[in-house]
């Protein structure tokens, strides 16, 4: 009788839970990201393709810094080799007391997927495990959840779980862990779940589905952040009947409960899931004014009042005919919303991360004229602005003279020099390598070893 019990258990436990094919701990000697194509092309090229490791925007947050360890923890889509398109879901750390970076360990091994949509996030748990949120790619890919063996330790993971995740933003808050992420419902539709433990999840809970007419397709993308543990909001676009091309509008809702209550900015309860595209979280129609929106990051000022970094463009074909391709800042002053334009750049993918003190804001992205005009990425800049995101000025060109486009640079949570932003390169109109980057805003820039003999090395110091 008890052996069939353990039998039927064990079944259970590997029918529910499989064992990745790739051993999880499993070193890599560098850090090489992955290059990927969407494969649409137009004349001015792929609608987005290039060095894609730290792809994309709306997984968040790629890296955490974690000040009990002086470490910061970093996950990026990897490959096997330079001639490779295999995905491996990477995780590595830069210690802060050493100036080196670790061997990168496979979380998991996406088994023959080139493709980093498939891209993890991180989350650091209470007691220092790290949670790592590998993608899905909508119900024909599964998402997974790991969990680090150690505290503050990248040598071993134990798989927590297997479901539909897509886009995952998973938030360490005072009252458990909010997870907000999207399922293809035959489009994309954002929903959430939370947890105490990381072990027990809630069922998950659909958070917005807005479509114009009853029957129509709905779908969005989101980027969120978390206000000193307190509350997570999060920013979205709606995309009409399902189309993703013709993504527009921007929207704006925040929870302090894990979920169990929603409210637009000015703290008006809200109805979820969002089903209707005149609702109190609608900041901008940019529907009537024909114009896409490409969500980028979101971050807080002081006060907790929330701010949205996105491109707005006129298509989604790259090229100068959907220029401008403009990069815009939406914040709550407390009293309404104000929408101010930073500067442009040359594609609906370039995408950087948006940075907010008590004095600068800053805004760290490929905006430079670039080695490969029209595609995604090119030369990094820096932006600031001294008076809560009104105006901006150039500060600092970051990279220059570069052989490929820089792409997708992403921000640690609660970052500390010099690791404050990282990112990839790579060409977008052919496969090429791509190796990962990191940088602070003195203008420093280093480059991860590709190749690497040790356990742990410095990285090489090129700007």
Same mark, same amino acid.
């Given at each position: ?15 529910? !839970? ?20 969407l ?19 709306? !997984? ?11 470490? &910061? ?10 001639t490779?398109r ?27 997927? $080139? ?13 220092? !495990?790290?949670? %790592? ?45 909010? #997870? ?15 947890? &105490? ?22 779908? #969005? ?14 920013f979205?676009?709606?995309?009409p ?37 005149e609702?109190p ?31 707005r463009? +006129? ?6 005919? $959907? ?16 929408? &101010?334009? %930073?500067?442009?750049?040359? #594609? ?8 907010i ?42 990279? +220059?003279?570069?052989?490929? $486009? #820089? ?14 932003f ?6 977008? +109109? ?34």
């Open positions: 009788m008890w052996k069939i019990i353990y039998l039927t258990i064990i079944a259970f436990l590997f029918t529910s !839970h499989p064992v990745p094919a790739q051993t999880t701990g499993k070193k890599m000697d560098g850090y090489r990201g992955i290059w990927f194509e494969n649409q092309k137009f004349e001015y090229g792929d609608k987005y393709s290039g060095g894609l490791g730290t792809y994309t925007a709306k !997984h968040v947050p790629l890296a955490a810094y974690a000040e009990e360890v002086n470490k &910061t923890f970093f996950v990026y889509g990897g490959t096997t080799q330079d490779a295999y995905l491996l879901c990477m995780i590595g750390i830069y210690d802060h007391n050493t100036g080196k970076v670790s061997k990168p360990t496979i979380v998991y091994d996406k088994k023959g997927v $080139n493709d980093p949509h498939d891209n993890p996030s991180i989350m650091i748990g209470d007691d220092g !495990h790290l949670w %790592v949120f590998v993608s899905g790619r909508g119900r024909g890919r599964s998402g997974f959840k790991f969990r680090s063996k150690k505290p503050y330790d990248i040598e071993a993971f134990e798989m927590i779980s297997e479901k539909e995740i897509t886009y995952p933003q998973p938030w360490n808050t005072s009252n458990g862990y909010l #997870h907000l992420f999207t399922k293809y419902t035959g489009v994309r539709q954002l929903f959430f779940e939370s947890s &105490t433990d990381g072990f027990t999840w809630t069922e998950d809970k659909l958070l917005a589905a807005i479509a114009e007419n009853q029957g129509e397709r709905s779908g #969005h993308y989101q980027t969120s952040a978390c206000f000193e543990d307190e509350k997570v909001g999060t979205f676009n709606r995309h009947d399902g189309n993703v091309d013709k993504r527009t509008d921007l929207y704006y809702m925040e929870t302090g409960d894990l979920g169990e209550t929603w409210t637009s900015a000015n703290g008006e309860i809200l109805q979820i899931p969002l089903l209707e595209p609702n979280a609608l900041i901008t129609n940019y529907q009537t004014s024909g114009k896409n929106v490409y969500m980028k990051d979101m971050a807080f000022d002081p006060a907790g009042n929330p701010v949205c970094l996105y491109l463009s +006129n298509g989604h074909e790259p090229g100068p005919d $959907n220029a401008p391709y403009e990069w815009c800042l939406t914040r709550w002053d407390g009293l309404k919303w104000v929408t &101010t334009v %930073v500067t442009e750049s040359d #594609h609906n993918y370039d995408m950087g991360s948006l940075f003190s008590e004095k600068n804001w800053r805004i760290v992205a490929p905006l430079m004229e670039k080695p490969q005009k029209w595609g995604a990425g090119g030369e990094i800049e820096i932006w600031q602005s001294t008076n809560q995101g009104k105006t901006w000025i150039k500060t600092r060109e970051l990279t +220059n003279n570069s052989r490929y $486009n #820089h792409s997708y640079i992403r921000k640690p949570l609660n970052f500390k020099p010099p690791f404050c990282f990112w990839a390169d790579g060409h977008p +109109n052919q496969f090429s390598k791509s190796e990962l980057y990191f940088g602070d805003f003195d203008g420093n820039v280093w480059k991860l070893p590709y190749v690497m003999e040790g356990k742990n090395e410095f990285p090489q110091k090129i700007y």
